[in-house]
C-alpha cells in the first residue's frame, strides 16, 4: 500500500463518514467504518468520534488482533465485529456498521428484511438476514454476525443496526444506504397491509441477471443461513 493509496482511503473514509451522518443513517458518535490495508493492518474509524467530522489524521491503523498500530485515538471497540467479518470474507475489504433507524425500527419490531421483496434490492444485496441480539461493544458482535456474514454482503444485528461490506468503502456505504431505503419502503407499505413477497422463480431470475452482470458479493438467501 503506497503512501498515496493510504491517504485516498482515508479521505474516502473521512467522506462515507460524513454521508453517514448526513443522512442520519448514525447520531452523535455512533457507527464506524474500517477498510482492509493489507493482510493485517487496517484503517479503520477512532472511538468516541462524530463520522460527520472526521479528518484523514483522525483515523487509526489496527492489526488483525484489533491492536493499534498508529494513529492518534482508540480502536473502535466495535472492531472485532468488524473482524469476523473480514475474516469470514476475504473477498472484501471495506465494512460499515450503522444504526439506520428505519431498519433499525423494523428490528425493535421483530420484523426481518431477510424476505425477498423489492427487486433492487435482491440485486444489489439479496436477503438481508437478521443476527442475534449481542451486547453492542462487545466481542458478542463478532459471535453473532459470524455465521451469517459469510453468506451475504449486509447484516441487520438485532435492535443494533447494520453491518455492510464492500469491496471498496464505497460499495459497503452504498450497500447501507440501499438497505435503508428498502427499510422505508417496508415501513410504508406496512402502511397498507402486508408486503408481497417476490416468487422464488423470480428471485432466481433476479439472480440470474446480478451474476450475468458480475455484481460483487454473496446474494443472501434464507435457505444459506
Ligand atoms: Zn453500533
Redesign the pocket.
Same mark, same amino acid.
Given at each position: 500500500m503506497t503512501h498515496r493509496s493510504e491517504s485516498v482511503l482515508r479521505e474516502a473514509v473521512c467522506e462515507v463518514g460524513r454521508r453517514m451522518y448526513a443522512r442520519n443513517l448514525v447520531a452523535a458518535t455512533? /457507527?464506524?467504518i474500517s477498510v482492509r490495508l493489507d493482510d493485517d493492518r487496517y484503517l479503520c474509524t477512532p472511538s468516541a468520534v462524530s463520522k460527520g467530522y472526521m479528518k484523514p489524521e483522525d483515523l487509526v491503523i489496527a492489526d488483525g488482533a484489533g491492536g493499534k498500530i498508529a494513529g492518534g485515538g482508540k480502536v473502535t471497540t466495535?472492531f472485532t465485529t468488524h473482524l469476523a467479518a473480514y475474516e469470514a470474507r476475504p473477498d472484501m475489504a471495506a465494512v460499515v *456498521? =450503522?444504526?439506520p433507524p428505519k431498519a433499525l425500527a423494523l428490528s425493535v419490531a421483530g420484523y426481518t428484511m431477510e424476505d425477498c421483496v423489492l427487486p433492487e434490492v435482491v440485486y444489489a444485496l439479496g436477503g438481508v438476514p437478521t443476527a442475534p441480539y449481542a451486547t453492542? =461493544?462487545t466481542p458478542e458482535g463478532a459471535a453473532a454476525i459470524r455465521d451469517l456474514i459469510g453468506h451475504c454482503d449486509a447484516v441487520m444485528?438485532d435492535r *443494533? /443496526?447494520s453491518i455492510t461490506l464492500g469491496v471498496d468503502v464505497f460499495d459497503a456505504y452504498f450497500k447501507l444506504e440501499k438497505l435503508e431505503h428498502a427499510a422505508e419502503t417496508l415501513l410504508l407499505a406496512r402502511l397498507f397491509g402486508e408486503p408481497r413477497r417476490l416468487e422464488p422463480s423470480e428471485v432466481d431470475k433476479l439472480l440470474a441477471v446480478r451474476e450475468t452482470y458480475g455484481v460483487s458479493g454473496k446474494p443472501f438467501r434464507p435457505t444459506d443461513a
Open positions: 455512533d /457507527g464506524n466495535e *456498521h =450503522a444504526h453492542p =461493544a444485528m *443494533h /443496526g
